[in-house]
């Protein structure tokens, strides 16, 4: 059984700070990774995607990838209000489905 | 370009009645997801088509549960009878093929909720 595991939460950060958020995933020979962001009510829509080892940056998300340790997160700079959502963390080998965490629950006080 | 179309956006049914989702991919899009949610919970994939085809449909339960996508295109997920622990938001998601890294991209879904 492939699984994906984040902290549910709720993470609180108070505005401007940085955001981390983690993952892990069992299947060692996964191959692409995902944040998705999911406001209340809202359905997930995609931040970022990574794929090597290392960083990505995207404004202000950085991803973070590192496979030897089945393990990759995200980092939201000077973060805002606005960020406050539940982030949702996929993964995925080629020819195989998406694997979806539980997501984790951000709030950032103003 | 147009996003991923779903109706309705909610739905109220008694437990035992049946119901019908429909979902319009982003145009191009060969792999077609339907997913459940449950409040609090990440989406939890029911059923994947590539183009008319089924890829996996391991966890869809398929004594109340059925889907298609005849012409490939569109697709109808219907439940019937429904239970109370379907109550759930239902999403529909594609991507350009579920070869290789192609993210996937959600509707709007529908929230449904079984009295």
């Known amino acids: 059984q492939k699984e994906v595991e984040q902290n549910s939460g709720p993470l609180s950060v108070p505005e401007g700070a940085i955001a981390s958020l983690n993952c892990t995933y069992s299947?060692?020979?996964?191959?692409?990774f995902f944040w998705y962001r999911q406001y209340s009510g809202k359905s997930p829509e995609l931040i970022m995607s990574?794929?090597?080892?290392g960083d990505k940056e995207d404004g202000r998300f950085t991803a973070q990838l590192n496979k030897a340790s089945q393990y990759v997160s995200l980092l939201i700079r000077d973060s805002q209000p606005s960020d406050s959502a539940t982030y949702l963390c996929?993964?995925?080998?080629?020819?195989?489905?998406?694997?979806f965490g539980p997501g984790t629950r951000l709030s950032v006080l103003p | 370009e147009a996003g991923v179309a779903q109706s309705p956006r909610y739905k109220i049914i008694e437990k035992r009645q049946s119901v019908a989702f429909w979902c319009n991919p982003i145009s191009g899009h060969a792999t077609l997801y339907w997913y459940q949610q449950i409040l609090g919970q990440g989406p939890k994939l029911l059923i994947q088509f590539q183009n008319n085809g089924v890829v996996d449909d391991s966890q869809l339960p398929k004594d109340r549960f059925s889907a298609e996508r005849l012409k490939g295109v569109d697709s109808t997920l219907k439940i019937q009878p429904a239970k109370l622990e379907d109550s759930a938001v239902y999403l529909c998601a594609s991507s350009l093929s579920y070869q290789g890294n192609q993210p996937q991209h959600f509707g709007d879904g529908t929230r449904l909720s079984i009295l």
């Open positions: 990574i794929y090597s080892n």
């Open positions: 996929a993964v995925k080998n080629y020819g195989q489905n998406f694997v």
């Open positions: 299947d060692r020979v996964s191959q692409s």
